[in-house]
């Protein structure tokens, strides 16, 4: 049985029946790990002492028949920036190169409660403010299915430690789209849940307006499962709303039948490359297949809500990095400082301006949401760029384009693979539903994952 091969919940239940062990299954991916992350450099830090430390503590709970669950004894891997007690956080920058946190962040407490086994740190565009994983400080992070292509970012070690069977399961943080572009660019899920409904205490913030915590994995109900231990108000996080959690998982086979399905069709939406444009095409009539009613539709003010979360991305990255910023601005990377300094100078008008536009363009958003169930867009326009060349931040820009607009107005948003290009390169589809209908996406996403086949395959080392 080769265990790296596992889904979440296939490993779940081999270890809930004591087929296969959390030692066992923690071994197997920290030999993969040591096998392939030479070349694809998604680690910042690993522990593995401390993972395999954890999981002979799993080994021997559930042995004694205290079984927490389906994340009890699963290997998992943080985008870093979420900190962990007694292990670095980085944020992938220069920065906070020797951060060791005392307290572990908000979500990584529920999944170690949960029974989780953290195997390390995961690389990330620096600061999390980019899309490309090409970090100056810890090296680029590469994409599995072709190693001189970008992972998509900023969540890129996430997405290409899941891809490349590296970790079960990952948490990644979505700003303009850095859950949901990796996760398109490497063929696997990503999910970026309401504003609110996941605690960001403890995770280093690149934008406190913009910035959602949130899971991905290779299949859609892993990612229930994860969002499921994760989601709750939390009372020390001012930006966490409380509002019940449901069970995300019980009711993901849901049928779709008659379900008011809308496909983004309009002059924003047309601009992306035709092969994206045709796989998204195909996912829609899947759905018709599956007896939804599907309706191509314009849909007005993503452009405008793009342009306000462009602005107000660095804009808040600069009120947080100010002191840096100031004293230390040659311990940035080129394209992370120039980003910052751009947002350091648009003024009060700008950005107020900007707010305005989030308020009014959620309200518009989610006023589309009475007449449709979910809505259907490309993740990407382009799938994944190259990670070195003159093209490569330009390309780059490109790829938060349809999924920015949906977090300046904090909407969930899934996104899983449809499809590949004539050079087998991965393409998402994200579905988009109303303020806390998780449940709602999750659910499309399940009945289109069992309707194809695009999430079997797997890049070739």
């Known amino acids: 049985m080769e265990f790296t091969a596992l889904t979440l919940l296939e490993a779940a239940q081999l270890i809930e029946n004591r087929e296969i062990s959390p030692v066992e299954l923690t071994q197997a991916h920290l030999a993969r790990i040591a096998d392939l992350d030479p070349r694809l450099n998604a680690f910042i830090t690993l522990t593995p002492e401390a993972a395999l430390q954890t999981a002979r ?9 205290r079984y927490l669950g ?24 220069k920065i906070f190169a020797g951060h060791v946190p005392e307290k572990d962040c908000a979500a990584w407490e529920r999944l170690h409660s949960a029974g989780a086994i953290n195997l390390g740190k995961l690389n990330l ?20 299915w072709a190693l001189d292509r970008s992972p998509g970012g900023s969540s890129g070690g996430s997405g290409a430690a899941l891809a490349a069977g590296l970790c079960l399961g990952a948490l990644g943080s979505d700003t303009g789209g850095s859950i949901r572009i990796p996760a398109s660019l490497c063929g696997v899920v990503g999910l970026k849940p309401t504003y609110g409904r996941v605690s960001l205490r403890g995770v280093i913030p690149l934008s406190w307006n913009l910035d959602h915590a949130g899971p991905m994995a290779r299949r859609v109900r892993d990612a229930a499962v994860l969002l499921q231990a ?5 009372p020390l996080d001012p930006y966490c709303i409380n509002i019940p959690v449901p069970d995300f998982v019980r009711h993901i086979d849901g049928d779709v039948r008659g379900w008011r399905i809308a496909l983004a069709q309009d002059d924003f939406f047309a601009k992306a490359d035709e092969q994206v444009l045709a796989a998204v095409r195909k996912a829609a009539n899947i759905f018709k297949g ?20 462009g602005l107000m991305t660095p804009s808040d990255a600069a009120a947080f990095y100010k002191d840096q910023l100031q004293d230390r601005p040659q311990d940035f990377g080129e394209d992370v400082r120039q980003r910052l300094q ?47 060349g003159p093209n490569a931040v330009e390309q780059a820009r490109l790829l938060t384009r349809f999924t920015a607009p949906f977090n300046l107005t904090g909407l969930p948003a899934l996104s899983v693979p449809c499809g590949f290009t004539l050079d087998g390169l991965p393409i998402g589809l994200q579905i988009i ?5 998780e449940s709602k996406i ?10 194809t086949e695009w999430h079997k395959r797997k890049p070739e080392f």
């Not at 949401?369 to 259907?376: A, E, M, S």
Request: charge should be negative; hydrophobic fraction near 40%.
């Open 442 to 451: 999750l659910n499309a996403g399940f009945a289109y994952e069992r309707a």
């Open 433 to 437: 539903g109303s303020p806390w209908a």
């Open 57 to 65: 503590q799993a080994e021997s709970a559930i042995g004694d028949g």
């Open 230 to 234: 994760i989601a709750g108000y939390d």
């Open 342 to 388: 751009t947002g350091a100078v648009y003024t009060s008008t700008e950005y107020i301006l900007a707010r305005r536009s989030q308020t009014m363009l959620r309200s518009q958003f989610e006023g589309f949401f009475d007449k449709f169930d979910v809505l259907l867009t490309p993740t990407t326009p382009v799938p994944a760029p190259g990670l070195e």
């Open 125 to 144: 565009h620096e600061i999390a403010l980019g899309v490309t994983n090409n970090n100056p400080h810890f090296g680029a992070c590469h994409n599995p």
């Open 70 to 93: 389906p994340l009890h004894g699963i290997p998992l891997a943080l985008k870093d920036l979420y900190e962990t007690a007694g292990v670095r956080t980085t944020a992938g920058s």
């Open 290 to 309: 599956l007896g939804a009613q599907v309706s191509q539709v314009e849909f007005p003010g993503a452009y405008d809500a793009a342009k306000a979360n």
